[in-house]
């Protein structure tokens, strides 16, 4: 199974979204490598929008058991009177996966390793799959956590991809768990994604940029 998880970020509004699915369902619909690939269990892809978009993207997107809708994040507080929080508990019924501890977040909201701690065992409280993105072997990674997204800080939103060699590397110094899936998210694209998409040490992809675009996603997804 390969993953192919777009990241959309604080991009769009109901009117973008709406817009981006429509065109992902035509462009779906006219390939057949693409469904194929769903279809035989060797494709999934997640589409994490920012919060208020993911009720209007789930009811629109392109009915298929190995397309699934994620959040970008979520609280570290279970529920209550938390102000602008949106927890595990609240998303449980719209999402099947939730990004956490991606390097954004890290750097512009200051979140440590304890506090992603406490959002992964939310998630899994409540049978969400968290996506843990890491930069480098000094982040930690919960036990239990199955889906590991390896993302160098330098690569991201920047068009400078990581070597391929360099991310085996790094994959070798994180050490991942044996059964876990590790991804590689870092400016990846339709035209850079074959070097990575051969390797058998890679799994899957966390898209930024280039999924904001269904044309490039699909891209991405049709060179898997």
Known sequence: MKYLIANWKSTKSIKDALSWVKEFNQLLINNKQIVDKLNSDYLKIIICPSYHLITSVKEKIYKHKNIHLGSQDCSFFEQGNYTGEVSAQNIKDIVDYSIVGHSERRKYLKET???IDQKISLLKD????PILCVRDEKDQIPHGVNLIAYEPVYAIGTGKNEN?????????????DKGCVFIYGGSVNPE????????????GFLVGNASKDPKSFLGIASKL
């Open 164 to 176: 391929i060699n360099d991310v085996i590397s790094s994959k070798i110094k994180i050490s991942p």
């Open 126 to 129: 409540y049978s969400i799959e």
């Open 113 to 115: 390793d304890n506090v």
């Open 192 to 203: 850079n994604i074959s070097q990575y998409s051969k390797s058998t040490e890679i799994q």
